[in-house]
Structures are given as structure tokens and as C-alpha cells.
């Protein structure tokens, strides 16, 4: 048995909320995306595996060279977590495949 309705409307709901000016007055911290404490998501640790399992592919087929645009030594910019101040720009070139057993 299920009630008949026609949409959710949610009486929140603003347009505005997604304008760079209402994002710049969010909270940094707002978005948790698993969740925290004993509520947290159920798939979390699949999510954090599978994200492991594809970077370790990732590494294993690519390596990773730095390019001439790429700031040699690097100057790091710090506003809440550390990074570079001009980026970082890299060249990905597949990884030669080892041939066994030859």
C-alpha cells in the first residue's frame, strides 16, 4: 500500500544555494561525504577499497613525469591544507609491459 502523491517539494529548497557567492559563505566543512560517527554510510569501506584498488591499477599500467610547466623546486601555498602554489602538471606515459618466462 502506498500513499498517492505527486512529488516531494521540499519548503527549503533555493536556487540561490548553488551561486559562487553562497558557496563562498558555506562552512569549509559542511560536505562529509561518508558521514562521521556510528551513522556514517555502510559502503564507506567498499567505497575506500575500490578507490585503493583503482589507484594501485592506475600505478601499476602508468607512470607519472613531471612536465617543463611544473615549478622545479616547488613553492608551497598553505590556506588550510598545504599545495603548490602553481600547480603541478604532469605527463602520464604507460609503463612498459614485462614479459616472464623469456
Known amino acids: ?3 498517492k ?3 516531494v517539494l521540499h519548503a527549503d529548497y533555493s536556487r540561490g544555494k548553488f551561486t559562487p557567492e553562497m558557496k563562498a559563505e558555506r562552512h569549509p566543512f559542511v560536505y562529509l561525504p561518508f558521514g562521521a560517527g556510528p551513522r556514517n554510510c555502510i559502503g564507506m569501506r567498499l ?10 591499477r592506475i ?6 613525469q ?3 610547466e611544473t615549478q622545479v623546486p616547488m613553492q ?3 590556506s588550510g591544507t598545504l599545495g603548490p602554489k602553481e600547480g603541478v ?3 602520464i606515459v604507460p609503463r612498459e609491459r614485462e614479459t616472464r618466462g623469456q
Open 5 to 7: 502523491t505527486k512529488g
Open 89 to 91: 602538471f604532469l605527463k
Open 1 to 3: 500500500m502506498f500513499p
Open 47 to 56: 567505497a575506500l577499497l575500490q578507490a585503493k584498488i583503482a589507484l594501485v
Open 66 to 68: 613531471t612536465c617543463p
Open 59 to 64: 600505478l601499476s599500467k602508468y607512470s607519472f
Open 76 to 78: 608551497i601555498k598553505s
